[in-house]
């Protein structure tokens, strides 16, 4: 039986400067003292060293129009599409500070589609 792979999805979103703000916190306080984090975030440095902030499923909700992070702000989306699959697990919201400014994406296992018994 095969594994499902994670699904990557990039954001379309409006960054505002208390969104901003709440990132640039966030960076300080981790680079400052990394066990300040709270718990669901995690912080690291990529090999280009871009920041790079991912928040378990635990301290993001998503409501149309915006996806809220516990502890930093509200990503306004830009699209009203449904953000992932009805039934995804195991999500996460990536969010790296690239030369050309913040990229988000969210990454998530699809459901898993099962055919037993099909006879």
Same mark, same amino acid.
């Given at each position: 039986?095969?594994?499902?792979?994670?699904?990557? %999805?990039?954001?379309? &979103?409006?960054?505002?400067?208390?969104?901003?703000?709440?990132?640039?916190?966030?960076?300080? @306080?981790?680079?400052?003292?990394?066990?300040?984090?709270?718990?669901?975030?995690?912080?690291?440095?990529?090999?280009?060293?871009?920041?790079?902030?991912?928040?378990?499923?635990?301290?993001? !909700? !998503? %409501? *149309?129009? @915006?996806?809220? %992070?516990?502890?930093?702000?509200?990503?306004?989306?830009?699209?009203?599409?449904?953000?992932?699959?009805?039934? @995804?697990?195991?999500?996460?919201? &990536?969010?790296?500070? !690239? *030369?050309?400014?913040?990229?988000?994406?969210?990454?998530?296992?699809? *459901? %898993?589609?099962?055919?037993?018994? !099909?006879?």
């Amino acid at each position: 039986m095969s594994h499902v792979k994670s699904h990557e %999805i990039v954001l379309a &979103v409006k960054v505002t400067d208390d969104l901003l703000k709440g990132l640039d916190a966030m960076r300080s @306080a981790w680079r400052h003292d990394a066990h300040s984090v709270p718990k669901g975030l995690s912080c690291s440095e990529s090999k280009e060293g871009q920041f790079v902030l991912v928040a378990n499923e635990s301290v993001f !909700t !998503t %409501i *149309p129009g @915006a996806c809220i %992070i516990k502890g930093i702000g509200a990503v306004e989306l830009m699209g009203t599409e449904p953000l992932f699959e009805d039934g @995804a697990s195991s999500k996460t919201l &990536v969010l790296r500070d !690239t *030369p050309d400014g913040w990229k988000f994406s969210v990454k998530y296992l699809p *459901p %898993i589609v099962r055919e037993r018994n !099909t006879r």
